[in-house]
């Protein structure tokens, strides 16, 4: 590239995002916010959807086109066993997936749709596709990443509220003291 000229990342990026690191979760293993770049510029720059401060580690990151169409069924999953749900009592979701990711496996949509229909026990969901997303790991902040998901589950049945930090596998519940740091 010149200077002054820029190119286009998105698709060749989703399967190789970078990661900056957040925190350690309490098994000592270092989580990333994932950032998607999405630009390169002829000064050697580039841009992504999330931002980065100078001096701030990243880390080349690395996925499959696999994984992303598995990731809404897999999500699905662990709320419902966390939840202690019978897939009996599940009557509807809403799925947050991606964007990017969707770009990415575009082909493979029906699958990944039949793949969360099935862990959903064939109940109806309803989905959208951002780009750019939020959330928390293992430090409890809010923030801003890229490349996510994230399903609601509706249920039958009442239950007791929960967070779960998904790097960790740690379950709040709104008794819980930590509850408010989540």
């Not at 990661?19 to 293993?29: D, I, L, Y």
């Not at 801003?144 to 709040?172: E, Q, Y």
Request: hydrophobic share 40%.
């Amino acid at each position: 590239l010149n200077r002054g000229q820029r190119l286009n990342l998105l698709g060749r990026t989703t399967l190789f995002p970078l990661g900056r690191e957040r925190c350690r979760n309490s098994e000592g293993t270092m989580e990333y916010t994932i950032l998607h770049p999405s630009e390169v510029y002829g000064d050697g720059s580039f841009a992504t959807f999330a931002g980065v401060q100078n001096g701030q580690k990243i880390t080349c990151m690395a996925g499959t086109r696999d994984q992303l169409v598995a990731m809404p069924m897999r999500v699905a999953k662990y709320i419902t066993r966390e939840s202690s749900l019978m897939l009996s009592e599940v009557v509807g979701a809403f799925a947050i997936y991606c964007g990017g990711c969707m770009l990415a496996v575009e082909d493979q949509m029906d699958t990944a749709c039949t793949r969360l229909t099935e862990a959903l026990a064939n109940r109806p969901f309803m989905g959208v596709h951002t780009f750019g997303e939020h959330g928390s790991l293992a430090d409890k902040a809010t923030y801003h990443g890229n490349l996510m998901c994230s399903v609601i589950v509706f249920s039958s049945r009442r239950v007791t509220p929960k967070a779960v930090d998904l790097a960790t596998g740690t379950t709040f519940t709104v008794d819980d003291p930590q509850w408010d740091l989540v």
